[in-house]
């Protein structure tokens, strides 16, 4: 446990401030699912008394569907990537780190508002099972699924900086993205493995000079336009 801890601080150091606020947001997004999601309400009648009006409600687990499980997925996803990019995991994902952050939290929030459109029923047949012997009428949201959508947001906004700020990965594994070198194990990556992370400038390309064209010969008979001084006859 002693040993466990400073892995643990220094791992956490190694993330940008990007990464540790789509942590935060991720680890909240798992623990709204427990939030109320969905709101249900019907009437019982029974022989000889007045219909009673019945609500229930529901969080993410209670009501699962595709939706559901692919929030659940979007927010582990993002867990383990932060969760790899902490132990200095090198591997390159299309777009970069801010892309995929981007994207996760884009998708959490438009499966979000599909929802809105599309609301599980709330009979036998439906995704939420009704409590009883009732007919449960009909199915609303409840606040904890708009906690989920900002929570989305802030998922998007983290890769949105991320992006901006052009966070370099790690080159190799092991290899710590804040220094300007390149640490780490030379052999965890194929291909070139480059020796410095600080970018070099371009080298100017270099004009050939040209050569000298020779002058031609004066052709025979030429007139001469240049004066020559002659020797003038003696009287």
């Given at each position: 446990?002693?040993?466990?801890?400073?892995?643990?601080?220094?791992?956490?150091?190694?993330?940008?401030?990007?990464?540790?606020?789509?942590?935060?947001?991720?680890?909240?997004l798992?623990?709204?699912?427990?939030?109320?999601?969905?709101?249900?309400?019907?009437?019982?009648?029974?022989?000889?008394?007045p219909?009673?009006?019945?609500?229930?409600?529901?969080?993410a687990?209670?009501?699962?569907?595709?939706?559901?499980?692919?929030?659940?997925?979007?927010?582990l996803?993002?867990?383990?990537?932060?969760?790899?990019?902490?132990?200095?995991?090198?591997?390159?994902?299309?777009?970069?780190?801010?892309?995929?952050?981007?994207?996760?939290?884009g998708?959490?929030?438009?499966?979000?508002?599909?929802?809105?459109?599309?609301?599980?029923?709330?009979?036998?047949?439906?995704?939420?099972?009704?409590?009883?012997?009732?007919?449960?009428?009909?199915?609303?949201?409840?606040?904890?699924?708009?906690?989920?959508?900002?929570?989305?947001?802030?998922?998007?906004?983290?890769?949105?900086?991320?992006?901006?700020?052009?966070?370099?990965?790690?080159?190799?594994?092991?290899?710590?993205?804040?220094?300007?070198?390149?640490?780490?194990?030379?052999?965890?990556?194929?291909?070139?493995?480059?020796?410095?992370?600080?970018?070099?400038?371009?080298?100017?390309?270099?004009?050939?000079?040209?050569?000298?064209?020779?002058?031609?010969p004066?052709?025979?008979?030429?007139?001469?336009?240049?004066?020559?001084?002659?020797?003038?006859?003696?009287?």
């Open positions: 446990m002693s040993t466990a801890a400073p892995r643990v601080r220094g791992a956490w150091e190694t993330l940008y401030s990007e990464q540790k606020l789509a942590i935060a947001a991720s680890i909240g798992l623990l709204s699912m427990l939030l109320p999601w969905y709101q249900q309400s019907g009437y019982v009648t029974r022989p000889g008394q219909p009673t009006e019945l609500s229930a409600s529901l969080n687990f209670q009501s699962w569907g595709f939706i559901e499980a692919s929030i659940l997925l979007v927010a996803g993002v867990l383990v990537l932060c969760a790899a990019r902490a132990d200095r995991r090198a591997f390159h994902l299309p777009g970069g780190d801010g892309i995929v952050l981007m994207a996760a939290g998708w959490v929030m438009f499966l979000i508002f599909y929802r809105q459109l599309d609301r599980p029923t709330g009979n036998d047949s439906g995704v939420l099972r009704p409590l009883g012997s009732p007919s449960w009428g009909t199915v609303g949201v409840d606040w904890g699924i708009f906690v989920a959508f900002l929570l989305g947001a802030v998922i998007v906004y983290a890769g949105w900086r991320m992006q901006s700020h052009h966070r370099p990965e790690p080159l190799l594994d092991g290899d710590n993205p804040h220094t300007p070198t390149v640490e780490g194990d030379p052999t965890s990556v194929a291909g070139t493995v480059p020796l410095d992370r600080t970018p070099t400038p371009p080298t100017p390309a270099v004009r050939p000079r040209a050569k000298p064209q020779p002058t031609p004066p052709l025979q008979g030429q007139l001469s336009f240049e004066e020559t001084d002659t020797p003038k006859a003696s009287d």
